[in-house]
């Protein structure tokens, strides 16, 4: 395997994301055999998983995070993630995620941006309507309704000075709310004046979007992993990958992670 390019994924909350994160691992294991991959994940119970043969790593983090951010410790890993993560090229995917083909020219991006990014469903701040209205005032004000809006759940970047600063000022400005955390990826590629790749649509698409076009991930986003719906459209998809991950997690105690 290539050490020097691999993939991230966020293991934290309840079993259900758990779950969801060995899917979509195994998912993007099928099409990239030889990719490394490193889960991240705050719950120690997950050391008890048999991940050999996988090509998959755990990595145990401890978020320093508010009381009242608790159940946000997956954007806590997600503005450190420069700081965890042991590649040069890294690509961060969110767990509701569905690799569908080979990442193909995707690392290309990186031989002329630091970071590529593929821009939100509402591409501009003032479509925003999923954050605290707060927030979303705060944003406007440092950076104007046209400013670009990109998805969080698929992040390309390569190790690198730039890009440290930009995740150094995305938690800064993440822990000003501790919610959400795309509005303060705005706000820190503004301040940092990074220059960020548009990456294609194909690989961070909708289900809906992507009807009838080629897509490399799909991306279930909303509260479809904690009702279930992820792990039955997964079944279609990627039923292997899915067989799987409940093979190796089926001696997890469920209460225990509920702790």
């Not at 993007?28 to 119970?45: G, K, N, V």
């Not at 450190?80 to 767990?95: G, I």
């Not at 990627?238 to 209460?255: F, I, K, M, T, Y």
């Amino acid at each position: 395997m290539n050490a020097d390019r691999g993939a991230l994924f966020c293991a934290t909350g309840s079993f259900f994301y758990l779950e969801a994160a060995l899917i979509s691992a195994l998912a993007l294991r099928q099409h990239e055999p030889m990719l490394p991959i490193t889960l991240l994940s705050d719950r120690p119970q997950l050391q008890g998983v048999d991940l050999q043969g996988t090509g998959i790593s755990l990595h145990l983090v401890q978020p320093d995070l508010p009381a009242a951010a608790k159940n946000f410790s997956s954007r806590w890993i997600k503005t450190s993630l420069a700081s965890l993560s042991p590649y040069r090229d890294s690509l961060y995917v969110d767990a509701d995620m569905l690799t569908m083909q080979p990442l193909g020219p995707l690392w290309q991006s990186l031989e002329q941006d630091p970071i590529g990014l593929v821009p939100d469903r509402l591409p501009l701040v003032s479509l925003c309507d999923h954050v605290d209205p707060q927030e979303k005032a705060c944003t406007l004000e440092a950076v104007g309704g046209d400013a670009q809006q990109f998805n969080s759940g698929l992040i390309l970047w390569r190790a690198g000075e730039p890009t440290a600063t930009l995740f150094q000022h995305w938690h800064q400005q993440w822990r000003r709310f501790a919610r959400q955390d795309q509005l303060a990826l705005v706000r820190a590629i503004a301040s940092t004046g990074i220059q960020v790749a548009v990456l294609p649509s194909s690989y961070n698409s909708s289900p809906r979007d992507a009807r009838g076009k080629p897509v490399h991930l799909l991306h279930c986003w909303g509260d479809k992993v904690q009702r279930g719906i992820f792990r039955r459209f997964a079944a279609v998809h990627c039923p292997a990958a899915v067989q799987e991950a409940q093979r190796r997690l089926h001696s997890l105690d469920r209460g225990a992670l509920a702790l």
